[in-house]
């Protein structure tokens, strides 16, 4: 079909659409198609279709509104006097949008369609992405030395619905390839991914390039002195009705000017920001060294202060400016909003701690700068569930587990639950369906493979007689907790079951808590058996306890690795030192006759350090502290090694009880000598003691002795140091 659209000069669609024209639109083509088809186009093949504006509506993103029909109406007029001395090259959308009567653009070769064809893709202006600089054959957006004339090979475009949806980042002089990375990742970590393209805008493109009339935002992330001819071109994109956000750097103007300030350069410091509700958030964060300083001008009522240092000069670091007639706004920040802390030289442990605490409340503020100018922050669509893979850590009872499920599924190969019903088949095909109630199992291991799992590093990690033999493994699905379900009753006790997932949708935690699970996150239930006579079937609260302690082991008992601050917080979380959660563990049983069937769901970060904090952090921390090399871990080698841990602490704990496992246990806690109030904030003071044989947190109140406090019926809150029992 698409060499059906091939177009005059030579270009195929990378994709066709559906595209509803409205009875005004089609007429604008009719008066434009005759001077189009005149033209010489010189155009690349698409590399992707970008997401669609509208034609005969107004075009909201976020705070920003795009320009209406009636400012269509007029760029209309300027493509018939420039359409026959302009090169042109545009796309089409993937969405159908507009109200009143449609036409469709069929997706045929029939009369309509190939006399519409030309003038379709020469005039519809849909926001897209291909005219700035041509995308590299891995689309990573990476400008490479052969396209960096690519810019200046691109026109004016007409923008019929508002700006097309360009994010170009000006770094200065520089090449600055890991700059742009660094900037471009914290970008695609708070828009709308799917919605904008992020290019580099290279010295040498400022000037002789057309990105004014191709792009919403210009992100100025550099130090340099910029140039008079450079800023002039600044200028002329925002009295176009340009955004820019500027990153420390050192572009300002009209109403205030930017002053140094040697004493703040590259230091922590605490910010007030007001956001648009009106509230303040306080925050810590790197400032670059300068403030802004109001101009000596008659009109400074464009300028608004969003953020100022909380010190005693009270120093302003972030202010917003509006600019002409046409919606141009800056902001200009001289905080680091852009970095994290793995992009920063931070000389001390206290700098990291706050900068750390702060991530979060960083994401929050950037987000809503990201929205005042325009852009849409919503979070990226729900990920699409993948199949799942039955892996073996061992052939033998990959084997097995195969005989077994000969007589155990129904002809189809089904398996049904309650929860997920798993249907078993040898191969993958792309027409299976994938439901949150239905999932596929492919149980030929010979074709898998995934970037984020390997079978072979989890092989070489997991130690175990029993435990986590068989493996679920999927990229994407609903939630671990609920794969295991319509297998663990009647499967073998030797075939340990383990469910493993690089994301979830819809992750649990305690308590009816969502649990967030991003890409870089260890996500694993476990299923493991504990005959209810048995010290450990006696105190079945204490497996939460043993797991907690099994994760932060499984790090901690690594030869280089033992200082590496990860920590136990009563009653099922992971903590880096007291101050940052970075895990959590979720544990649910079901007694059948004299065995517990339990299903541990664990989920700790390991190599997502935003928004907040992961265990490679902690490892590059200690790396600068110490001058060490400590390579960073992985979720594959920490979950088998966590399963690992975790058997050989059940084997003590039945053997010897709670005092086998727990000067362990509290090695890593991070509660010894806690001072809490009982009942509410201002009720009587107690002291941490430790945990009862039971697992349930052991308080001393002065006056009245030692008391359990139960886990279920509290809520415990370390950075206020309340314990409050539900009554």
Request: hydrophobic share 35%.
């Amino acid at each position: 079909m698409e060499d059906r659209l091939q177009m005059d000069n030579g270009m195929v669609p990378h994709k066709i659409v559906s595209v509803h024209l409205q009875e005004s639109t089609l007429k604008e083509l009719v008066q434009v198609a005759p001077s189009v088809k005149e033209q010489s186009v010189s155009s690349t093949q698409m590399d992707e279709v970008t997401p669609p504006a509208t034609f005969g509506t107004t075009v909201k993103s976020g705070l920003g509104v795009a320009e209406s029909a009636r400012q269509g109406e007029e760029e209309k007029s300027k493509l018939e006097k420039e359409s026959e001395h302009e090169d042109e090259s545009n796309s089409l959308s993937d969405k159908e949008t507009g109200s009143g009567e449609h036409h469709h653009l069929h997706l045929s070769s029939c009369h309509e369609c190939l006399q519409l064809e030309n003038s379709t893709i020469e005039s519809v202006r849909f926001a897209s992405a291909e005219n700035i600089p041509e995308l590299s054959d891995d689309c990573n957006s990476k400008l490479e030395e052969k396209n960096d004339d690519c810019l200046a090979r691109g026109i004016k475009r007409v923008n019929l619905a508002g700006k097309p949806p360009n994010i170009l980042i000006y770094l200065g002089s520089q090449t600055a390839k890991v700059e742009f990375e660094q900037v471009k990742s914290i970008l695609q970590e708070c828009i709308d991914a799917d919605s904008y393209t992020i290019y580099q805008l290279h010295e040498e493109q400022v000037l002789k390039a057309p990105w004014i009339d191709n792009s919403l935002l210009l992100i100025i992330a550099t130090e340099e002195p910029i140039s008079e001819e450079n800023h002039k071109q600044f200028m002329k994109f925002l009295s176009n009705g340009g955004k820019i956000l500027g990153f420390s750097s050192s572009f300002a103007f009209d109403g205030v000017q930017i002053k140094r300030k040697n004493k703040l350069k590259k230091s922590v410091h605490e910010l007030v920001v007001s956001k648009m509700d009106s509230t303040e958030v306080k925050l810590n964060l790197l400032v670059s060294g300068c403030i802004f300083e109001e101009a000596m001008k008659e009109d400074t009522s464009k300028v608004k202060t969003l953020s100022r240092l909380n010190n005693a000069d009270k120093d302003v670091v972030i202010v917003h400016l509006t600019y002409g007639d046409s919606g141009g706004e800056a902001i200009l920040s001289q905080a680091h909003l852009e970095l994290d802390i793995n992009s920063m030289d931070v000389q001390t442990e206290e700098d990291f701690n706050l900068l750390k605490i702060s991530n979060t409340k960083r994401y929050e503020v950037l987000k809503e700068i990201l929205i005042s100018l325009g852009l849409s922050c919503e979070l990226n669509e729900i990920p699409i569930l993948t199949p799942i893979y039955l892996l073996s850590s061992d052939e033998e009872i990959h084997l097995a587990f195969l005989k077994w499920l000969e007589g155990n599924v129904d002809a189809e190969g089904l398996r049904a639950s309650s929860k997920v019903s798993l249907k078993f088949v040898s191969s993958w095909e792309s027409k299976m369906e994938i439901t949150p109630s239905l999932m596929p199992v492919i149980t030929e291991m010979g074709s898998f493979s995934s970037e984020y799992f390997s079978l072979k590093t989890y092989q070489q990690n997991l130690q175990t007689k029993k435990l986590g033999k068989i493996l679920l493994f999927s990229e994407v699905t609903t939630t671990t907790m609920n794969l295991l379900d319509g297998l663990m009753f009647e499967l073998p006790e030797e075939m340990g079951l383990i469910a493993i997932a690089v994301r979830q949708t819809q992750g649990k935690g305690r308590g009816g808590n969502v649990w967030l699970s991003p890409v870089g996150c260890a996500l694993s239930t476990l299923h493991i058996t504990i005959p209810l006579h048995s010290n450990l079937g006696q105190r079945i609260p204490f497996i939460q306890h043993l797991v907690s302690l099994a994760v932060v082991e499984s790090v901690r008992s690594i030869p280089g690795y033992e200082e590496i601050d990860l920590r136990v917080k009563w009653p099922n979380d992971i903590y880096y030192s007291d101050l940052m959660k970075l895990g959590g563990v979720l544990v649910n049983s079901t007694l059948i006759e004299t065995t517990f069937h339990i299903l541990i769901g664990f989920g700790f970060n390991v190599n997502n350090s935003n928004p907040t904090i992961c265990i490679n952090d902690l490892i590059t921390k200690f790396n600068k502290e110490e001058g060490t090399k400590l390579k960073a871990l992985t979720a594959d080698c920490l979950i088998a090694r966590t399963v690992t841990v975790l058997e050989r602490l059940i084997d003590i704990f039945q053997e010897k009880g709670p005092n086998g496992v727990l000067p362990r246990y509290y090695k890593y806690w991070i509660h010894s000598g806690k001072q809490v109030r009982l009942h509410n904030e201002e009720g009587p003071i107690a002291w941490i003691v430790g945990i009862d044989d039971y697992g349930f947190l052991q308080v001393h109140e002065e006056g009245k002795g030692v008391e359990s406090v139960h886990p279920d019926g509290n809520s415990f809150d370390m950075l206020r140091n309340l314990i409050v029992p539900k009554h």
